[in-house]
């Protein structure tokens, strides 16, 4: 059974870094790309980020503008998530995702891990 | 970034009524569409990807449509279980985007 685990949310300050992992098992993590994708509370799903199967590439959505950091450990079988400079509007439940069909839908998705900003 | 534009945020139906939610792109992404429901602090679920095929386990009163920049998600026949919020993806773009969401509310 394929299963995603977040882990690493939590109450952070303005400014502050984060570092979000995600368990998988199941299935040969190193054969799939995966993904990051984010709601706020009471809002619609966004993209922050994805990372091929052997690590080599990395996407970013536009608006992060460098401040987060996409990693794996094919070893561990762990998906990562370095967060910085967090703001308000990062505050958002963050689901890690697999991809599939060559790389283009999500058919196993994780619980999700919640990242609160707040003084 | 690829825009995705749903429509309508929100409707009101009955047990057995037939839904229809659209979704429109800024640009064309040919048939790289998928839909997926979200039930209330659950993860998004795939229903349907590539534009109209269904995932396995999916039931058949689901059903999706178009190419191009516009783009259907069906539900022939609206049961208790699919009162949910409803989310397009494109997957085009080397950086997938999301509609807003269609929250099916029961009348």
């Known amino acids: 059974e394929v299963q995603l685990v977040e882990s690493g949310g939590g109450l952070v300050q303005p400014g502050g870094s984060l570092r979000l992992s995600c368990a998988a098992s199941g299935f040969t993590f190193s054969s799939y790309s995966m993904h990051w994708v984010r709601q706020a509370p009471g809002k619609g799903l966004e993209y922050v980020s994805a990372i091929g199967a052997d690590g080599g590439s990395t996407y970013y959505a536009n608006s992060l503008k460098a401040r987060f950091t996409i990693s794996r450990d094919n070893s561990k079988n762990t998906l990562y998530l370095q967060m910085g400079g967090l703001r308000a509007e990062d505050m958002a439940v963050y689901y890690c995702a697999r991809s599939e069909g060559g790389g283009t839908y999500y058919r196993y998705w994780g619980q999700g891990t919640l990242v609160t900003v707040s003084s | 970034d690829i825009q995705m534009t749903q429509s309508p945020s929100s409707l009101s139906a009955s047990v057995g009524d037939r839904v229809t939610i659209t979704c429109r792109a800024s640009?064309?992404?040919?048939?790289?569409l998928n839909w997926y429901q979200q039930i209330p602090g659950k993860a998004p679920n795939l229903l349907i990807y590539a534009t109209s095929n269904l995932q396995s386990g999916v039931p058949s009163r689901f059903s999706g449509s178009g190419s191009g920049t516009d783009f259907t998600l069906t539900i022939s026949s609206l049961q208790p279980e699919d009162f949910a919020t409803y989310f397009c993806?494109?997957?085009?773009?080397?950086?997938?985007?999301f509609g807003q969401g269609t929250k099916v509310e029961i009348k």
């Open positions: 640009q064309t992404i040919i048939t790289y």
């Open positions: 993806q494109q997957t085009y773009s080397s950086s997938w985007t």
